[in-house]
Structures are given as structure tokens and as C-alpha cells.
């Protein structure tokens, strides 16, 4: 049975362990920093860069608050609360930005060590929060969404509903009205800060209710406790949530006739309000969102058949079991072994009930991706810890029980040790790549936009001010499409044409009080006269086609990283839009993975490159080469190309970028596209394109038409 903790008790012990355990969050943070200290590629003004690519729509958020205004439609973050904090902490903090939002996540994310020991201490165990508190804060999937550098909502993600989990348990284990207003500010406070964990919430408040209804039904506290947490999930201003909760606590606190009449009127009130408000659509969203993953996207309403975005990523796909425990726990035995002294803790401290929702919600991973695992990482932590205790409590002798139960708990922190020294992932741009989007910042404006792949819509637009077609929340398939079709099309006039047209679209559309097209896509075919989408786009290649007014520049964003995600960016153009049916298989190929074997080269997935017959093997067949492209860079920087055709009837060529000593092995398709021309060759039709930036990371250029 639970012996409840004396809320008097010192709480010297707790205060020493949440230092000792923050400042381990901390340094384990720091090996990171120690190792790409000396890398001056990483560096920008003189700090660090990020490694998160959604940190800077955050960081762009904070800097459009700082410098007090942003444009309209250019998707500025302005009132997430990250950016939000981040500007205050700016303003009041005497370091860069660049080094603030660099260490946010490592200062952030630490404070996850104290709900988790308190939550120890309320169930007279602190010992076992302790304990949790070192495995947790640094167990794979946490550490890697927090290390130094990840400036991501996920710095408080899991510290903000560990905190709840906390004034939950205070709550169950001394029902007292006192505890209840914490349960109101915690929950509001993680919805302000990220307003997805409203169906967490919700499943919270629907597990607490269902458990009293079953099994404690008399006890009107609990109802107290449920009522409280629905408060916090309301879709209402904050302020207006703890104002309420306030009010309530006074009418509740001061017992009378009248509270215990009109208790359950008022329970009757707040949930209405919970649906009037929109509560279960809310859920539903996130939910048809995250877990149950269509075929297709924009069915509902839109006509044309785009490609489903989900689908390539890695966030949302099915994780095999061993990455699911290790994400948790560090390894299979340690997980094992949490899971096991998790149900041991639910059977002796019945309050930890409350965690149900978050283990269940990091389980959910094993179906819909390891992105949820996080949840999982502090519950089980809790358990693995209960279970070490026990199994060192048949040691007789502290001394010996205390030193047994360090070795226990260093052989559980190892596997995230070697872990976290061997997961370096290096920062999103490279201080080359900064330049370009730099230069590109002093000759752009700020309504200018920027046509780049999604993965790139947040840098270039923290570093050029500029505005993007497409980002990391903007990438639906029918924004894709547009971005696809240009990158990859085997003409530059359908390419340029899509640019310009496309982008005035966006912004007609914006103001456009009458549009009823459910896609920007739509609204330009419409506008343009054309229910068939192979008719506009047979138009786009056209030079008689009628461009819309221009208002704005628009220029094109070409890295060399977009080489490895190329096949899938065409996968979002290279489909039939009226079935959605893919146009072909083109073949692309690409690696700096290679050996000379004798006669042959050696590139990898079973494909070679037999130089005696001027031939390819990819896999058991024998393809002759059409083209053999060498491309390098002179000593002033200028690409220098020798190409040889061999065979102007095969299918694919080969292009050796000697600079990034690499291979590329293609069909006819991607040869001809834009991004090939352009970037791998520099080759460009000067009617269209002019030059902003030529550089081995980066090509920029900026649209004449």
C-alpha cells in the first residue's frame, strides 16, 4: 500500500538530487558541442548552427517578433510560444541569438529531472525519481529530440506533461483542494505551448473520469481532479482557463450548500463548453493526421490525385521492435526489464495511473512511427528505476545496497551513453551554404519568394527573409506538386512558366475573397481556363502561354544535399493527376560509396559500371551507357564538363562529379530535369535564369520572365 509522503518533509535530499540530475542532462548534452567544436563549416557569427530544420521556423518566428512586423503569407511563426519565449529570453539574456537558440533545448529539455524526482518524493521514493530522472533524460528518443542544437517544441514536450503527471499525483495521493489549480496550470500551460497535446489531454481526462465512474465512483474529489483537468484542455484564451479555474477553486474550496448543489450543474456546464468549442473535431484532425494514414491527400475536396507526403517520412512509418525499445530504454533487456517494473509500480503506488496516457501514447509507435516514442521515455524510465530498487532491497547492508544499485543504474545509463557519443548529427546548413542565402538576402526582397524543396523552406527563409512556396509544415501533395513539377522538369520554359504563374496564384489568392478552388493548384488551372490538368501543363511549355502580371522576384534554391532526396521529389510530379497513377519508373541513383574492381566500378545495390564495354550492370541485367558525363571545378571555380556520348539509343547515362567524388546513374527523364542542368552542370537558358550564387553546395537563381 501507499505510505504517503509528509508534504513537510525537507526537501534538502530532492533539491540536492534535481541539481545533480540536471547538471548530467546538461554535460551529456555538451559532448556534441565538444565535438564539432573545432568543425568551422558548422559555425555562423561565431556560434554553432542548429540541426533541427523546423528550428528555424521557430527562430524566424522570434526574429520577425524582435524586429516588430513580417509580411503577409510569408508563414512566420510569430505566435507559437517558442518563438514567442525565445524573443523574450533575447531580450532579456546577454548572449547572441544564435547561441540562444542553440542551447535552449540543452537547459530546456533538462528540466525534465524535476517532476520526475518530485514525482518520486509524493510517492515517499525519491530515490526512484532520482533514478528516473538520469535514465530519462538521456534515453535515445528524448536525448535525440533535445540535444544541443534541436530547437524544437520538444525542449518542454515531455517536461510540461511530466509536470502535470506530478500535480496529478499530489492531487490523488492528498485530495486537497489545494493541489487542484496546479493540474489547470500545467495542462494550459503545455497546450499554450504546444497545442497538439490537446488529445493527450483529452484521453487524460476521459481515463481519470472513466476510472472513478468504474472504480471509485463515490469519491466526489476525483470528479474535482477530471474537472480540473477539463478546464485545462478548453479551447479558450489561457488567461481566461486559470481565471476560471481560480473562481472555481474559490466557490469549491469555501464548502456549502450551495457547491455541493450546483457541482455537478457546473461539471454539466464546463463539458459543453469542451464540445461547443470544437473538442472532438480537434481530435479527430490530429488523430486522422498522425495515426491513421491515407492512401492519398486532399480527396475530400479536391478533384486531382496528389501524391500522399506521409508516405515519405520516416517519422510516421512502422519501426521495428528492437529500434522501439531502444528509442525507450537505451537497449531490449533495459526495456524489458521497464516495462516489467512499470506494472510493479502501477500495483504498489495506484496514483501512477495517471502515466497510463503517456506510456500508451509512446507505445502508439510501434504502428505510427518512432516520433512517438518520446512519450514513452520518463514512464518507463519510472519503472526500470522501481525495479532496481526492488531488486536491491533484499541487500541487507546500505553501503553495499547503495553502490550494488549505482552499478545497476551506470549499466542502464550506458547504452544512451555510447549512444549519444555516437549520434553527432551535424547541423542543417553548412556555414557555405549560409553564405549563398546570405547573398541571396541582399539582393532579394522581403515579398520575394524562394521556389526550394520543403526540407529547405525554413532555412532559406530565416537566412534570406524571403518567402517559400512549400516547408516543414506546409507540404501537403498539392503544394508539393508545384515544387516537384519545377525541380524536375525536362524543360526549363514549363519550369520557369510554373514559377511565375504558380507563385502570383498564391498571392492573388490570399486576398481573393471569392476563391472557391480547394487548392492554390485548382485556383490557378481555374483562372487560367483549364478543368484538365494535362491541357495546363502541355500549355506550360508553350512560349505563346500568357504569364500573369509580375509583381515580385522569384528565385530557385538548388543544394547539392537535395542530390539524395531527388527520386523523391519526383515522385510528387511524376503521377497523372486525374488518377493518380505514376508515369513511369524513372531511375536515378546516386553515391560517393564506390571501389575500383578490376575492370569495373563498383557503386553499390548491385549496380556497376563495366568500363571495357561501355556498359552498366544493375542487378542480373546488362544496359549500355548513352552518355558518360565528367564534371569538375576549375581553380577559379567554374565548372568544367567533358561529355562523351556512347550510345545515343541506351537508356541511362553516368556522371562522375569529380569534386564531390561521387556517381550519378540516371535515366533520360531525370538527365534532362532542371535540378541535373542546372545544378549538377550549370546549364541554364539565359532568357529565363540568371545567375545569383554558383557555388559547390549551392546554385541560386533568380527568374527573368
Not at 542532462?25 to 558548422?42: C, D, K, L, N, T
Not at 477530471?226 to 481566461?240: D, K, M, S
Not at 521495428?320 to 524489458?336: N, Q, W, Y
Not at 510528387?572 to 578490376?598: A, H, I, K, M, V
Request: with cysteine; hydrophobic share 45%.
Amino acid at each position: 500500500m501507499l505510505k504517503l509522503q509528509d508534504e513537510n518533509t525537507s526537501l534538502r535530499a530532492p533539491l540536492l538530487f534535481i541539481a545533480i540530475a540536471y547538471i548530467f542532462s546538461i554535460g551529456m548534452r555538451m559532448f556534441w558541442v565538444y565535438h564539432f567544436q573545432g568543425e568551422p563549416q558548422f559555425f555562423w557569427n561565431g556560434q554553432l548552427m542548429i540541426n533541427t530544420n523546423d528550428g528555424y521556423a521557430f527562430a524566424e518566428g522570434a526574429r520577425d517578433i524582435l524586429q516588430g512586423h513580417h509580411e503577409a503569407g510569408d508563414l512566420s511563426l510569430v505566435d507559437s510560444a517558442i518563438s514567442k519565449l525565445t524573443a523574450f529570453l533575447a531580450t532579456i539574456l546577454p548572449i547572441s541569438f544564435e547561441t540562444l537558440i542553440l542551447y535552449m533545448p540543452t537547459f530546456l529539455s533538462s528540466l525534465v529531472v524535476i517532476p520526475l524526482i518530485l514525482i518520486g518524493r509524493a510517492l515517499n521514493q525519491t530515490t526512484m525519481g532520482f533514478i528516473a530522472a538520469l535514465i530519462g533524460s538521456v534515453a535515445h528518443s528524448y536525448y535525440n529530440r533535445t540535444m544541443t542544437g534541436y530547437y524544437d517544441t520538444d525542449m518542454l514536450n515531455i517536461a510540461l506533461p511530466m509536470l502535470t503527471m506530478y500535480s496529478l499525483i499530489l492531487a490523488l495521493t492528498h485530495q486537497r483542494n489545494r493541489y487542484l489549480i496546479p493540474i489547470t496550470v500545467s495542462i494550459t500551460l503545455y497546450q499554450w505551448w504546444y497545442p497538439s497535446a490537446y488529445a493527450f489531454d483529452t484521453a487524460l481526462f476521459a481515463m481519470i473520469l472513466g476510472y472513478t465512474v468504474i472504480f471509485d465512483r463515490h469519491n466526489r474529489f476525483y470528479y474535482k481532479i477530471a474537472l480540473f483537468v477539463l478546464i485545462g484542455i478548453l479551447l479558450l484564451p489561457l488567461w481566461v482557463k486559470i481565471g476560471l479555474a481560480l473562481a472555481l477553486f474559490a466557490f469549491l474550496h469555501f464548502e456549502s450548500k450551495y457547491s455541493e448543489k450546483l457541482f455537478w450543474p457546473l461539471f454539466g456546464v464546463i463539458v459543453g463548453v469542451y464540445f461547443f468549442t470544437g473538442g472532438i473535431d480537434v481530435i479527430w484532425g490530429l488523430l486522422e493526421g498522425y495515426v491513421f494514414h491515407g492512401a492519398t491527400e486532399n480527396t475530400a475536396l479536391s478533384s486531382l490525385q496528389f501524391y500522399n507526403v506521409t508516405s515519405t517520412i520516416r517519422e510516421v512509418g512502422h519501426i521495428p521492435f528492437s529500434v522501439f525499445a531502444e528509442r525507450i530504454s537505451g537497449h531490449k533487456v533495459t526495456f524489458i526489464f521497464a516495462c516489467l517494473g512499470y506494472i510493479l509500480a502501477l500495483i504498489a503506488y495506484r496514483p501512477l495511473i495517471v502515466t497510463l496516457p503517456l506510456a500508451g501514447l509512446g507505445f502508439i509507435a510501434l504502428f505510427s512511427g518512432l516520433r512517438f516514442t518520446i512519450y514513452a521515455v520518463p514512464v518507463m524510465a519510472i519503472g526500470l528505476a522501481y525495479l532496481l530498487l526492488q531488486i536491491t532491497q533484499v541487500i541487507e547492508k546500505r553501503w553495499l545496497r547503495v553502490v550494488v544499485l549505482s552499478v545497476f543504474t551506470a549499466t542502464a545509463l550506458y547504452p544512451n551513453y555510447l549512444h549519444i557519443k555516437e549520434y553527432m548529427t551535424p547541423t542543417v546548413c553548412t556555414a557555405e551554404e549560409v553564405k549563398a542565402l546570405e547573398k541571396l538576402r541582399s539582393v532579394a526582397g522581403r515579398e520575394d519568394y524562394v521556389v526550394a524543396w520543403w526540407d529547405y523552406g525554413y532555412p532559406v527563409r530565416y537566412y534570406s527573409d524571403v518567402k517559400t512556396w512549400i516547408d516543414g509544415a506546409k507540404h501537403s501533395g498539392d503544394v508539393n506538386y508545384p515544387a516537384s513539377f519545377v525541380l524536375t522538369a525536362t524543360d526549363q520554359l514549363s519550369a520557369a512558366n510554373m514559377m511565375r504563374m504558380y507563385t502570383e496564384y498564391i498571392e492573388k489568392g490570399t486576398s481573393d475573397k471569392n476563391k472557391t478552388a480547394p487548392t492554390d493548384f485548382e485556383y490557378m488551372m481555374a483562372k487560367e481556363g483549364y478543368t484538365d490538368p494535362d491541357l495546363f501543363l502541355t500549355a506550360l511549355s508553350l512560349p505563346e502561354t500568357a504569364l500573369p502580371p509580375k509583381t515580385r522576384d522569384i528565385y530557385l534554391y538548388l543544394p547539392w544535399r537535395m542530390m539524395g532526396i531527388l527520386p523523391t521529389i519526383k515522385l510528387f510530379s511524376s503521377l497523372d493527376l486525374t488518377t493518380g497513377r505514376p508515369l513511369g519508373e524513372p531511375f536515378f541513383y546516386s553515391t560517393n560509396n564506390f571501389r575500383q574492381d578490376g575492370d569495373a566500378i563498383l557503386l553499390g545495390q548491385g549496380i556497376k559500371v563495366l568500363q571495357s564495354e561501355n556498359a552498366l550492370q544493375i542487378g542480373s541485367r546488362k544496359e549500355a551507357i548513352a552518355q558518360w558525363i565528367t564534371v569538375g571545378y576549375s581553380s577559379e571555380g567554374k565548372v568544367v564538363t567533358d561529355q562523351r556520348t556512347l550510345d545515343p539509343s541506351a537508356k541511362y547515362s553516368v556522371i562522375y562529379m569529380r569534386s564531390y567524388n561521387a556517381f550519378l546513374v540516371m535515366d533520360q527523364s531525370y538527365l534532362d530535369s532542371l535540378f541535373i542542368q542546372m545544378f549538377v552542370l550549370e546549364r541554364y537558358d539565359p532568357t529565363l535564369f540568371e545567375p545569383v550564387a554558383l557555388d559547390a553546395m549551392t546554385k541560386i537563381y533568380r527568374l527573368k520572365i
